[in-house]
């Protein structure tokens, strides 16, 4: 085993590298190299249970991320505006959506968009994040008109929106091939796309979850084509339902190989699941888990940081799914990156996630460096443009009230900020 994990491992006193299994060993010891791990080795580390492989894997994770990303933690000052919520597709993991005829289905106008737009510029946001359900009244050319709106008025606000079922589904209702409707998108100031929809991509996963709508073929074409148009998009994984390691190893492996032809992938984010309230659950809760357990949450931080290492170096925790506290911890896990501030979250929420709307740009930077890591705001696309090493972003109120909820509550455990993380595991 290389010295270095050997090193890093003997100076935590609670492992034991003897004790670490050879065929973990073998594969930490090549990512360590700079190698590229396959597909069945991190299955190896996805399955791997002793306490030292554990530990020995988080710590290759974190000696990776330090390589890769130093000490910075990034984050964007964003909003998050889902103009609907009405969606035909019934998706069995979805708790987001609602029929037009529900209590509770939203339709936002594109002047009320165009509001919350303004609203988030004015509290600093660089960025808009927007995604909808597949209404059935929508137009195809609603995509490209909401972007020229919004570009009209705020020409500097980066635009990060529709997720490949959204571009399968204008595309269709426009019948345009996907390579004319996204250069449609872009021409009408898309910046990035969010690489959601993805779930797990596995033909026979993705039956079960969305009766294969969107299949694997076609969710990789639309991203690879976003790409060669020059539309970078996320990468994410929606894990802890009726996958396994395997579906894992193999959905962060297609990634992979799509980010060597395109470069096109700007982070990894992984999602857990959330059962509560969805059909996937209710309807088999014998077959369906109720989301990763926290050792998987653990591990597939840290594995696809090992897996993607020099490919895709940026890990986004999404503190919606966990929470402030856990989010703090994968920052130990190989994590750098915290998202964004969202402003309204609705998506996670609706899904039984109750970790807030909002967390601000101010509560970020104090989650970060009681982490013993240093904040930084950037860009959509991972330019820094402000590092707080010593100031403050603003405070401000949040956007939507919050009751007697502090998303730094869990940090008033810590006497000493610089134990925060270890604490917070
Ligand atoms: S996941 Fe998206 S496409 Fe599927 S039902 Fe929910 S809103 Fe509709």
């Given amino acids: 085993m290389t010295n270095e994990i050997v090193n890093y491992i003997e100076n935590d006193i609670e492992i034991d590298a003897s004790a670490i299994s050879h065929p973990v060993r073998d594969v930490l010891d090549k990512a360590l190299e700079g190698r590229e791990i396959t597909q069945m080795e991190a299955v190896t580390l996805f399955k791997a249970n002793g306490h030292a492989d554990k530990q020995a894997i988080y710590h290759t994770a974190d000696l990776l991320r330090q390589k890769a990303n130093g000490d910075l933690v990034t984050f964007a000052v964003n909003r998050n505006i889902n103009f609907t919520n009405v969606c035909y597709m019934g998706c069995k993991f979805c708790n987001f959506a609602k029929r037009a005829d529900e209590e509770d289905a939203q339709w936002h106008s594109v002047e009320e968009v165009l509001r919350r737009c303004h609203e988030a510029w ?79 991509l596995d033909t026979e996963i993705r039956k079960q979850l969305t009766k294969d709508k969107l299949s694997t073929e076609k969710w990789v074409e639309i991203i690879r084509t976003a790409h060669e148009v020059g539309i970078k998009t996320t990468a994410t994984i929606m894990y802890g339902h009726i996958d396994a390691p395997e579906h894992w190893a193999a959905h962060i492996d297609l990634l992979r190989s799509i980010q060597k032809d395109t470069g096109g992938f700007t982070e990894f984010v992984p999602l857990s699941y959330q059962h509560v309230g969805t059909a996937l659950y209710s309807e088999n809760p014998g077959k369906v888990r109720m989301g990763p357990s926290t050792d998987e949450i653990d591990k597939m931080h840290a594995v696809s940081r090992i897996m993607l290492h020099g490919f895709i170096d940026n890990i986004q925790v999404s503190w919606t799914k966990l929470g402030p506290d856990h989010a703090m911890a994968m920052l130990n896990r190989g994590a750098n990156d915290m998202g964004g501030t969202l402003m309204e979250e609705s998506i996670s929420r609706a899904a039984g996630a109750d970790h807030g709307q909002e967390i601000t740009a101010y509560e970020l930077t104090q989650i970060v460096r009681a982490s013993g890591r240093t904040p930084a705001r950037r860009s959509s696309d991972y330019r820094i443009l402000d590092i707080y090493d010593d100031h403050d972003p603003q405070p401000l109120a949040p956007l939507i009230e919050r009751g007697d909820k502090d998303p730094l509550d869990f940090l008033k455990m810590f006497p000493d900020a610089s134990s925060g993380l270890e604490a917070a595991e």
Avoid at 150 to 157: C, G, Q, S, Y
Avoid at 162 to 176: D, H
């Fill in 122 to 200: 004015d509290r600093g946001a660089t960025e808009v994040c927007i995604q909808g359900g597949l209404h059935p009244k929508l137009p195809g050319t609603y995509y490209e008109e909401l972007c020229r709106a919004i570009k009209a008025e705020l020409p500097d606000m980066h635009l990060h929106a529709f997720s490949p079922f959204e571009v399968w589904y204008g595309a269709s209702k426009s019948r345009k091939p996907y390579r004319e409707f996204l250069q449609g998108l872009k021409d009408a100031g898309l910046g990035t796309m969010p690489g959601t929809a993805a779930e797990i």
